[in-house]
Structures are given as C-alpha cells and as structure tokens.
C-alpha cells in the first residue's frame, strides 16, 4: 500500500491547507513514471452510447469482499451517487446509491476540464491553434482588462497551465472587466474558472463552430459517451453525464487517446505533456489535470507550495480530473486502472482536491489489495 510512510505528510496536508495567504518554496519534482500502458489488443465497450460492458469478477482480481462493505458504507456516508472501477477496460465494480441509476446524469463539476483540455488537443492536431498562440488572436483584444501589452503575452497553453497572470478572485466571471491583470502570464499560478472557460471560446472561434458541437463530433460521439454541457452560473460551462461515460473517457485517456484501435488524438506528444508538470510553480498540475507523486503542490485559492504528493495514499503515477463537490476521475496507468466518482460533497466543499481523495484511496487500496 501507499499509506504508512505518508499519513504523516497527510496530516501536514491537512494543517497547511487550512492557511492562506503564505508563501512557500517549490519542492524538487519526483520523478514519475507516467508510460501509458499499450493499446493494441485490450478491451474496449462498443462507441456507442448505453452498450454492453463486459465485467470481470473482484473475486477473480483478488479483491478484499469485506474490505468492499467497508467502502461502500463510506461511500454511502459522504453522499456518493455513483462510483465505477475499470480493471483492464472491464467494470470490476460499478456501485450506484439511492435513487441514482445508471441511466442518472451529474455534473462534472471541473473533472469536466480534462474534456476541454483533450479538445484543445484536439484542434491542436487538426492545424487550427497552437498552445503558444496569443488568446487575443482568437478572443480579440480587450477580452481582459489588463494593459495591452500584457494581455498579448497570454497564450492559450498559459490558459490550460493557469498561469494567465489574471486576478483569480473573480472566480468565474469572463468579462472583460473581471479578468484583471496581476502578473505577467507565466510568473503567478492560480487555479482560475474564467479564463479557463474562454477557452472553449478559443476552440470554438478556432474551429468555426460551436464548442459543444466540436466536442461531439470530435470527441463525446467517437468513443460512446453521452452528455452535454451546460452553464450552472451564466459564466460557467459544466458537463453533465452518467457516470458511465466519465468512465469511458477515462479509459479513453488510459489508452494513449486510442479506442480499439481508433487513433481519437494522434498526438502523442500533446498527451504526454497533459499529464505531465506544465510548468516550473505547481510540479502537480498538468494541461488542466491533477498529478500525483510529485515533490509538492498547489491549492485552488492559495498561493502556497505545500511539500509531497497531492494524495499520499495514491499510487504515485494517478492523475486526476477533480471537480467542486468532489467529483473524481482517476487514472493509474500502472494499475490499468480508472475509477470514477460522482456524488454530493465529501465534507470540505473544495473546488478540486480534498482529504476526500485520501481516505477513498485508503480504502480502495484496502479493498484492491494495493
């Protein structure tokens, strides 16, 4: 397991996350071995919207059955509406609670931002944007209020690293009168919805075509998934699904962007730095994804650098998609493992990574025998 030497670094997790305001010192990146594993010749669900899924038997894997109640009674405890672990592209366990069903949708919450960074990936590959491209040749000028000078270094690849430079206290808000200038893009990292959000907007003007039909076409319709998007706030735009379908596109993104044998993103350089550190001020975040096993991290809403892994309990090469209420998608390439989370909030009410994260992990570790 993950868990003896790291309860420690937890609990100075859970101490330090409670302060903000403070400065720190990045800690060394740890190496990681991030390898996907091959493609060819593994499972795949047909790409088609409530098609079978194939099982295999937590039994047959070596899975704890009473370390299973244990989790289940957790899980039901924190509001969990639905939970699915994928074994090798099959569904070991597949867990719904209440009167949420298979067929119930739920919000992603920003889990849903793995989705715009694939698309970005997407467009990329088509010829239609790159990453170092300014956000105002596709936004226009005076999409910020920032100073013409500055609001031109901001690229789209500062908007999928959350290094705009923008004042993140107007959280969500994508006007132009909200997104201020408090550095220069690439000098300050903060988890940021607004500019975030106009990247949809990029993609879109890129492509000559609403975002959300992009999106289907390009990538929802070719691998299964259902769902739409949609704004929760008037600025926001959050998806929505069954928890099936997360779990589609974390299989997806654990296959090297391949389905059977489908190239969906060819690029597989893109992949690779999406989920690996973006930038040099949160050795745990990636093109909009959350990485584990690194030397320290960042919180949304704090600017300090806290020393360790993002979830201790954790197999050290997991990267995340983590929405507000504790939606999670995780992704073990070591483990040819995906688990999905959605349901109501843990506890914490973060807008990304919680505690949530570690005690689920210490008991998916207890029940997989990890």
């Not at 492509?207 to 704004?231: C, K, P, Q, V």
């Not at 959050?238 to 379908?245: D, E, G, K, L, P």
């Not at 489908?262 to 973006?278: C, K, Q, R, V």
Request: glycine share 10%; net charge negative; charged share 20%.
């Amino acid at each position: 397991m993950y868990q003896t030497a790291k309860r420690l670094r937890f609990g100075l997790w859970i101490a330090l996350a409670a302060l903000t305001g403070l400065t720190g010192c990045s800690g060394d990146t740890e190496p990681v071995d991030t390898e996907l594993p091959p493609e060819t010749g593994l499972y795949f669900p047909e790409p088609t919207a409530f098609a079978p899924w194939e099982t295999v038997d937590p039994s047959a894997l070596g899975w704890d059955a009473e370390a299973e109640a244990g989790l289940d009674t957790y899980l039901d405890s924190k509001g969990t509406k639905a939970l699915i672990i994928l074994k090798g592209g099959r569904i070991a366990k597949e867990t719904y609670f209440g009167s949420f069903t298979r067929d119930s949708l739920w919000y992603w919450a920003s889990a849903g931002k793995t989705l715009t960074a694939f698309t970005v990936g997407l467009a990329r590959e088509e010829g239609l944007l790159e990453l170092s491209d300014a956000t105002s040749g596709y936004l226009g000028t005076g999409w910020t209020s920032a100073p013409a000078e500055k609001e031109a270094l901001i690229t789209i690849g500062d908007q999928l690293r959350m290094t705009t430079g923008l004042n993140d206290l107007a959280f969500d808000c994508v006007a132009p009168g909200c997104l201020q200038y408090m550095s220069d893009a690439g000098q300050r990292w903060a988890y940021h919805n607004g500019p975030y959000t106009l990247l949809q907007s990029v993609v879109a003007q890129a492509a000559s075509e609403n975002f959300a039909t992009y999106f289907n076409s390009r990538l929802r319709n070719r691998i299964g998934m259902d769902g739409l998007w949609f704004s929760t706030n008037g600025s926001n735009n959050v998806y929505f699904s069954t928890a099936r379908s997360m779990a589609r596109f974390g299989l997806l993104v654990l296959r090297r962007g391949s389905w059977n044998g489908e190239a969906i993103l060819g690029d597989s350089g893109y992949l690779e730095d999406m989920l690996a550190p973006s930038q040099s001020l949160n050795a745990s975040y990636g093109y909009l994804w959350w990485l584990n096993g690194r030397g320290s991290f960042m919180l949304p809403g704090s600017q300090v650098v806290f020393p360790g892994s993002l979830v201790p309990e954790a197999p050290p090469d997991l990267v995340a998609g983590l929405g507000k209420n504790d939606q999670k998608l995780y992704v073990v390439p070591s483990l040819d493992l995906v688990v999905i989370r959605m349901g109501q909030d843990a506890g914490e009410n973060r807008a990304g990574p919680s505690s949530f994260d570690n005690t689920l992990w210490e008991l998916l570790s207890d029940y997989m025998k990890l």
